[in-house]
């Protein structure tokens, strides 16, 4: 059974780091893209961050540029988000996904995805 599992997630204060991890099980994540995600409450979803398979290609949204960093550690099959000097409008269910892309952001190209990890940024 396919899967992925985000971890890493919790309550931090503006200014803080936190860093998710997306650990696929039941395949090999170095064939796929590999992207975050995230949905604040009453929004909708929106791109973070995505990485190619061989980790040399990465994007992000513009509003995480500088602060983010995507990578990804093929032999542990799981993919990291570093997000460091959070602020609150980053609160959000944070989601990875995984699918045989191109390098995009666009959430229908993406065949597998996880349950979500809850980040929270408040004083």
């Known amino acids: 059974q396919f899967q992925l599992v985000e971890s890493g997630g919790g309550l931090v204060q503006p200014g803080g780091s936190l860093r998710l991890s997306c650990a696929a099980s039941?395949?090999?994540?170095?064939?796929?893209?590999v992207a975050w995600f995230r949905q604040a409450r009453g929004k909708e979803r929106e791109g973070v961050s995505t990485?190619?398979?061989?980790?040399?290609?990465?994007k992000y949204a513009d509003s995480v540029k500088g602060r983010f960093t995507i990578s990804r550690d093929n032999a542990k099959n799981t993919v990291y988000l570093q997000m460091n000097s959070l602020k609150p409008e980053d609160t959000a269910v944070y989601y990875c996904?995984?699918?045989?892309?191109?390098?995009?952001?666009?959430?229908?190209?993406?065949?597998?995805w996880g349950q979500g990890t809850q980040v929270t940024v408040s004083s």
């Open positions: 996904a995984a699918g045989q892309t191109i390098v995009t952001m666009h959430p229908q190209l993406y065949d597998y």
């Open positions: 039941g395949f090999t994540l170095d064939d796929y893209v």
């Open positions: 990485i190619s398979s061989s980790g040399v290609t990465t």
